[in-house]
């Protein structure tokens, strides 16, 4: 495909459940970024990944939140012990270089914790 | 560290009014700044960029933006909004580290 995938694109769970959300950049970008959008708010900023490592991880609200990146490729943002506050838009955007190159940004993940 | 500020979360206008919304930032390395668009159930899209250079920047859909660096600002404008243009609007920084920051957004709603 030629964009950034999402996947699942909705998810339902109950409290307290883990969730793993996962995201397929384009390919040949190197900088991949998680962002969250809570209803009615902006962006804001989780983690980056340069290549399979994360430069800047400042942005995870708490220790519940990790993510990881393979093969410099697919990543996967995992919430555990989800709470109700964690209910949002989960977005992931790939650029192609740091710094000065456009986010491409996929459809995100609407997540519902019950 | 950088933030970004857009002054108006809500901009109501008219159909063929002019528009312009507003973004401050503030950091203490160079910037690099961006405007995307978010239209309803969609995902994010640039509109502009300002990387270096001409300080007028035009984008997608008519619309323009000018980084002013002394007042810190990236003011985005459209001479003539349409209806299509409702949507929201996102600023943003990025620094050559690579890190982006977003403002809150600015819903336009433009009424016929």
């Known amino acids: 495909g030629a964009g950034v995938s999402q996947s699942p694109s909705n998810k339902v769970t109950e409290k307290g459940k883990d969730v793993e959300l996962r995201c397929d950049p384009i390919?040949?970008?190197?900088?991949l970024y998680w962002y969250r959008q809570s209803l009615g708010q902006g962006l804001e900023f989780l983690i980056y990944?340069?290549?399979?490592?994360?430069?800047?991880k400042s942005g995870l609200p708490s220790d519940r939140f990790s993510a990881e990146r393979t093969g410099g490729s697919v990543s996967t943002l995992t919430i555990q012990r989800t709470q109700q506050e964690d209910s949002a838009v989960y977005l992931c955007?790939?650029?192609?270089?740091?710094?000065?190159?456009?986010?491409?940004f996929g459809p995100g993940t609407r997540l519902l914790v019950l | 560290a950088q933030s970004v500020t857009q002054l108006d979360s809500q901009v109501p206008v008219f159909e063929e009014a002019p528009v312009e919304l507003r973004c401050n930032y503030s950091?203490?390395?160079?910037?690099?700044l961006f405007w995307y668009v978010q239209y309803p159930n969609q995902g994010l899209q640039l509109l502009l960029k300002?990387?270096?250079?001409?300080?007028l920047v035009k984008g997608i859909n008519g619309f323009e933006a000018e980084f002013n660096k002394s007042q810190t600002s990236f003011h985005l404008r459209k001479p003539s909004v349409h209806i299509s243009d409702t949507a929201e609007y996102f600023c943003?920084?990025?620094?050559?580290?690579?890190?982006?920051?977003f403002g809150d957004g600015t819903t336009l709603t433009v009424k016929p």
């Open positions: 955007a790939s650029r192609s270089r740091q710094g000065v190159e456009t986010q491409y």
């Open positions: 390919s040949g970008h190197t900088a």
């Open positions: 990944f340069q290549g399979n490592s994360a430069p800047d």
């Open positions: 950091s203490s390395v160079s910037v690099y």
């Open positions: 300002y990387l270096s250079g001409s300080t």
């Open positions: 943003a920084v990025s620094t050559n580290a690579g890190k982006s920051t």
